[in-house]
Structures are given as structure tokens and as C-alpha cells.
């Protein structure tokens, strides 16, 4: 580590003080810190009905919950997971603390509407929390119908209030970002230059915008079915259930792509500064984004294979699911091809890069798996698609938000975590994830639906193995928390750019001014121009 550093007398943290300072500030860099304790808060949320799901299925009888009770673990689960914690996290937490730091701008084009996102965000969860805890819901996070919309006589409605208002909050920090990335970029910086986390960010606001409202749409006719009576979905008013799971699967498909783009972007830029080379094949890591945002849209009819869909249409929507994996496989070889002779050092953010591009892989060749109609028939709704997901979303998108927090944690607090510590949770948790997803594979192609909370006792040991692994993960999720939180205040002093890395935002002090930068940077040359002679990352 170089001489000591001194943090900067002034910066964003300490512009202003007071609880007030930060509930109407516009500092995208504060509004940062707002996303990231309320979306820590819902990922507490969500996996407390996680540690409550695999509890019950220690034992084969399932005899700690009712079925009914299970019936909302498991959908309380999904939706804070999906809506509140996985769909905002990179966006929302590094999005928008480094897209105008990286782009050299002093904000985000709408700092208003930003801290306006921040609190419909809030509004919309809440009332998902009052849905929680004044009954629960219990239709999955899918909300399928006809029993979302007639039968289930939970708070659907009101949950779906809550999902309707957060999509607000989606749709209008896509529009920032697309604004942002158009309108103010620093003098020089192209779009070729752009860093790849930014080109992952603008794939991803292109699906927020136009997804998120087919999911508004659909959530309103579900109220409006269940409210007024008035036929959509429900066979004996005159609706068709199966449009529900076209309207709901035409969002979250795309939404997955939001939740796994933007780490997508942030293992780029880790890949590249660890291993101290230009990251291979630049534009083809940039379009594949893009092609992922357009084909993503295409690809939403392989959730109903099983669901009477024509089988000429399940065969095209087979196929086009092939194709969206094209484009993921690009981004995988080219950060193999970047890893290739490179320098490399296994810093925390690195360990969290690597095992995202081996989780993700295998996330990625079982949803191919799953995309062969034939094979899908037999593993549709069993623990095979719920580790399937879970590889995808926890073992890719949590890896890569973790591993981005400890990247850019002495940018943002000027301060770094202890190194040891980081390295040993990304280990535990690494083990952790495989030990409680590897046997749901296993489980799933031998048979156990998802959803039910008893099975046959030989299902039992892959069970126990889960929940067993799901404990390990916990305490490794855990640890990062305290450190973090430790570091604050003791984590020896960062300096403006701790990995020597290239790039706008380790231009300016750690933690930077409310104005990001004191002179506007030109940009003179292209992204990533790390050279393996410079001196190595201690
Ligand atoms: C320790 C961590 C976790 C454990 C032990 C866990 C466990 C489970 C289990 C057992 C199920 C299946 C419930 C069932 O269908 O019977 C499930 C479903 C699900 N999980 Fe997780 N999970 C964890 C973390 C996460 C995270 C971080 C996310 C998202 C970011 C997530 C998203 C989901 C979703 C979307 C479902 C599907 C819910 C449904 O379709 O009903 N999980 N989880
Ligand atoms: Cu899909």
C-alpha cells in the first residue's frame, strides 16, 4: 500500500449533517446510501421467510407451519427477494452512485425525481410489508390465476398495490439513467469509451422502461378482477387464466435480465482491473447487453410449456431461448479470454467476480437445460427450477452486488474493510450457496415439486444438506455486514484510487465532493487501459 493517505476535509458525507440533510438530499451519492440501508433492510426481510422455508423442510412431515402458513413463507420469500431487494440492488445502490461519477457528471440529469424514486420505492414496499405482516399473501410471487384473482383470500390486492407503486420507482430511475448516459458525458468520453458497466445500465434501463408497465397493466386487471368482479383471467367470468401468465411472464422474463445485467456490468469492470488487462472484445461485451435487453423480450413463452400453449409456439419460444443464451455466453468467454495471462490478484472483489462467472455458468447451462421443451415437461415446477434461479440470482447477481460493494466501499466511505475478513466470507459463502442449491438440482430431477411442505423421506437428506448449506450462506452474508459497518469507522484510509484502477470515478478524492468532481475530466483515451507492467494491486 502506498504512504498514507489522508481523507479529504470536505466531501458528500459531511456536506451536511442531520437526519433531515439526508431525507431531502439530492446528492445522488447520498440517495445511494438511502437505497442501500432500505434494500439491506428487505434482504433481511426476505431471507428471515427463507430461514423459516428451510427449517421446515429439515423434516419430511413438515410439521413446524401449516400449509397455509408455508403457502406465504414461501411467496412473502419471492416477493420482497424479487421486487424489493434483487430488482433495485446494483441499479439503485452502485447504479446510481457511480453512472454520473463514472460519465464525469456532477449528478444524474433529474436529482429530484431521483430522491422521488427513492420514496415511491419506499411507499410501495411498505404497504408489501403491512400486506406481510397483517395476514400474508399466499399465491407465490407469480400471482397466477384465477386463484390471485378469485380464490385466495389473502392480501393480494394489497401487495399488489405495493408492486405497482415500487414499478414507479423502476420506471423513473430508467428514464435518469438513459437521460444521463445521452446527455452528460464528460468532454471525450465516446460511446466506445464508455466503461461497461455503464453500457450494462443502459441495456438495463431500456427493459425497466418498457417492461415494467406490462406488469403495472397486469396488476390492475388482476385488482380489477378480484375487486369488481369483472372477467380477465377467471374461466367462469369470461376471462382466460393463461393470458395472466403471458402478461406476467412478458415482464419477468425481461426483469430477470434487470436483476442480472447490471452485474453483469459491474464483473466487467472487476475482471478487467484484477487481472490488469483491457477486458477482450470491448464491443461485443457492450452489444451483447443490448441484445440481451431486445431478445429478452422474446423468450417469455418458455414459463408456459406445460401450460396448453400450441407446441409449434413453445418450439419457437425454445428456440429463441437458445439464442438469448448467445449473448451471455459471449460475456462469460470474453472475461475468460481478459483472465487469459493475465496479472491476477485474488482481492475480495475478484473473489466475488470468479465465483460469479462459475455460478452464473451453471445457472446459465440449466436454464438451457430448461429451455429444451422435452426435458423442461419433466422438471417443470420442481426444486430443479428453483435452484435453476437461485444459481442465476443469488450465486450470480448477489456475488456480483457484493463483490461491486467491496470494489467501490473505499470510494464511497474513503475508507477500506478489513481484507482478511472479506476473503474468508466470500469462501464461506461461496461454500454455503453450493451446499444449499447444488442438492436442489438433485431433488428436482428426482421428482420434488416445489411449493409443498411435506415430501417422502428419501427426499430427506438433500433437505437437510440444503438447509444446512442455506445456514452457512446466512453467517457469510452476515459477516460482510458487520465489517462494513466496523470499517466505517476504523478501516484504514483508502486514498482516491486503492486498486490503481482506470476509470472516471477513482479520479476524484475518496469519498468525493457533493460536486463529484472539482474540474470536469477530458477523456483522452479508451476504457480499461490497464498495462500488466504498472505496478501490482498489493
Ligand atoms: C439463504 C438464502 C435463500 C434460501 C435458503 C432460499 C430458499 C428458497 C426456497 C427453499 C425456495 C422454494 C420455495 C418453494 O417453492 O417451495 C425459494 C424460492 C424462491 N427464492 Fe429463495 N432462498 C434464498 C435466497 C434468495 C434470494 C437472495 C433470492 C432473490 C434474490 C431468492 C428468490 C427466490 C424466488 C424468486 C423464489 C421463488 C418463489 C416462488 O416462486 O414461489 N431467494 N427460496
Ligand atoms: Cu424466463
Not at 415500487?166 to 458525458?185: A, P, Y
Amino acid at each position: 500500500m502506498s504512504s498514507p493517505v489522508k481523507l479529504p476535509g470536505q466531501h458528500y458525507l459531511n456536506a451536511a449533517y442531520g437526519i433531515k440533510s439526508w431525507l431531502l438530499t439530492t446528492d445522488h451519492k447520498r440517495i445511494a446510501w438511502l437505497y442501500l440501508a432500505s434494500i439491506t433492510l428487505f434482504f433481511f426481510v426476505g431471507g428471515f421467510f427463507a430461514v423459516l422455508i428451510r427449517l421446515e423442510l429439515m423434516t419430511p412431515q413438515g410439521d413446524l407451519v401449516e400449509a397455509e402458513t408455508y403457502n406465504k413463507l414461501f411467496t412473502m420469500h419471492g416477493l420482497f427477494m424479487i421486487f424489493f431487494f434483487l430488482i433495485p440492488s446494483i441499479p439503485a445502490v452502485l447504479g446510481n452512485f457511480l453512472v454520473p461519477m463514472m460519465i464525469g457528471a456532477p449528478d444524474l440529469a433529474f436529482p429530484r425525481l431521483n430522491l422521488a424514486s427513492w420514496y415511491i420505492y419506499i411507499a410501495g414496499a411498505t404497504l408489501a410489508l403491512v400486506a406481510a405482516v397483517t395476514g400474508g399473501v399466499d399465491t407465490g410471487w407469480t400471482f397466477y390465476t384465477p386463484y390471485s384473482s378469485i380464490y385466495s383470500n389473502t392480501n393480494v390486492v394489497l401487495a399488489a398495490l405495493g408492486i405497482f407503486i415500487t414499478g414507479f420507482s423502476s420506471i423513473l430511475t430508467g428514464i435518469n439513467f438513459i437521460v444521463t448516459i445521452h446527455k452528460m458525458r464528460a468532454p471525450g468520453l465516446t460511446w466506445f469509451r464508455l466503461p461497461l458497466f455503464i453500457w450494462a445500465h443502459y441495456a438495463t434501463s431500456i427493459i425497466m422502461v418498457l417492461g415494467t408497465p406490462v406488469l403495472a397493466v397486469t396488476i390492475v386487471l388482476v385488482a380489477i378482477e378480484r375487486i369488481f368482479r369483472i372477467g380477465f383471467f377467471d374461466p367462469a367470468l369470461g376471462g382466460d387464466p393463461v393470458l395472466f401468465q403471458h402478461l406476467f411472464w412478458f415482464y419477468s422474463h425481461p426483469a430477470v435480465y434487470i436483476m442480472i445485467l447490471p452485474g453483469m456490468g459491474v464483473i466487467s469492470e472487476l475482471v478487467t482491473c484484477f487481472s490488469r488487462k483491457r477486458i477482450f472484445g470491448y464491443s461485443f461485451v457492450a452489444f451483447s447487453s443490448l441484445a440481451i435487453a431486445v431478445v429478452g423480450f422474446l423468450v417469455w413463452g418458455h414459463h408456459m410449456f406445460v401450460s396448453s400453449q400450441s407446441v409449434y409456439a413453445s418450439m419457437i419460444f425454445s428456440i429463441l431461448s437458445f439464442v438469448v443464451a448467445v449473448p451471455s455466453a459471449i460475456k462469460v468467454f470474453n472475461w475468460t479470454a481478459t483472465l487469459y495471462k493475465g496479472s491476477i490478484s485474488l482481492q475480495t472483489p475478484m473473489l466475488y467476480a470468479l465465483g460469479f462467472i462459475g455460478l452464473f455458468t451453471i445457472g446459465g447451462m440449466t436454464g438451457l437445460a430448461l429451455a429444451a421443451l422435452g426435458l423442461d415437461v419433466h422438471v417443470h415446477d420442481t426444486y430443479f427450477v428453483v435452484a435453476h434461479f437461485h444459481y442465476i440470482m443469488v450465486g450470480g447477481m448477489v456475488m456480483a452486488y457484493l463483490g461491486g460493494l467491496h470494489f467501490w466501499w473505499p470510494k464511497m466511505t474513503g475508507r477500506m474493510y478489513p481484507e482478511w475478513w472479506g476473503r474468508l466470507s466470500a469462501l464461506i459463502i461461496f461454500v454455503g450457496f453450493n451446499l444449499a442449491f447444488f442438492p436442489q438440482f438433485l431433488l428436482g430431477y428426482l421428482g420434488m415439486p416445489r411449493r409443498y411442505h411435506a415430501y417422502p423421506e428419501e427426499f430427506q437428506v438433500l433437505n437437510v444438506m440444503s438447509s444446512a448449506g442455506a445456514s452457512i450462506l446466512g453467517i457469510g452474508y452476515l459477516i460482510p455486514m458487520i465489517y462494513f459497518i466496523w470499517s466505517m469507522r476504523y478501516g484504514a484510509q483508502a486514498g482516491p484510487n486503492p486498486w490503481q484502477a482506470k476509470g472516471l470515478e477513482w479520479q476524484t478524492p475518496s469519498p468525493p465532493p457533493t460536486e463529484n468532481f472539482p474540474i470536469t475530466p477530458v477523456v483522452t483515451e479508451d476504457a480499461y487501459a490497464y498495462s500488466q507492467e504498472e505496478a501490482a494491486v498489493v
